[in-house]
């Protein structure tokens, strides 16, 4: 089991798939790989907790630690009814969100909501605004629609070119990936409160331009 976010997500997922024999378990989305000395010292080294796990089957000095399932620290946290149509694991994703002061990914398969998620954050916390939405070109009308169709009660307006002007420090901008850095010190002076990245794989890249602008 492990519980991180964002980049250190994404080390830790790196780390996994140095594993021995892993393997990636498409149906219940989870990685597994053979129990071997190997594999429990690079798992236990990583600060992983071995839940259930047999402490002797002929791997002496593999430590199993002693623990309960992990169990969310924001399965408590209420979410109002923000008027919404989210599933379970959409709520989830806002609970998480909630709980971690508007931090966090959300690494969901296409077309189960990750968008509608971000709306319903931005629904929910009016009071972080200016907003800015960072997507790919092809996405910027479908994100002003879909802010529109959920009642996102907000200017929203889509930025365009690579000629950066004054912006308001109100509602929410969206721009593309591609022309980030050229509006970056605009976007700057208006403070953004929430920065929203869809499909962040485009800042994988930490020496490009886009990458140093969304840091």
Request: charged share 25%; net charge positive.
């Amino acid at each position: 089991q492990w519980n991180t976010f964002g980049p250190e997500w994404s080390r830790t997922l790196g780390l996994v798939k140095t594993l021995d024999g892993k393997r990636f378990e498409a149906v219940g989305k989870y990685w597994t790989c053979p129990d071997t000395t190997p594999n429990r010292t690079k798992l236990l080294g990583w600060g992983f907790q071995l839940v259930g796990v047999p402490a002797s089957i002929g791997l002496p000095g593999i430590p199993v630690r002693a623990s309960e399932p992990w169990e969310a620290p924001w399965k408590g946290v209420q979410v109002p009814d923000l008027g919404l149509p989210l599933r379970p694991y959409q709520t989830e994703a806002l609970q998480m969100l909630q709980h971690n002061g508007g931090s966090g990914g959300l690494f969901l398969d296409p077309g189960l909501g990750k968008s509608l998620n971000a709306l319903a954050w931005l629904k929910w916390h009016p009071e972080i605004r200016p907003a800015v939405i960072v997507a790919t070109a092809n996405t910027k009308l479908q994100w002003r629609r879909e802010a529109r169709k959920w009642g996102l009660q907000d200017r929203v307006e889509i930025l365009a070119g690579k000629t950066p002007r004054k912006l308001r420090k109100d509602g929410a901008y969206i721009v593309n990936w591609d022309i980030l850095a050229d509006w970056l010190d605009s976007l700057l002076d208006i403070d953004p409160k929430t920065v929203i990245a869809d499909e962040s794989q485009n800042a994988g890249n930490s020496t490009s331009r886009r990458t140093k602008a969304l840091k």
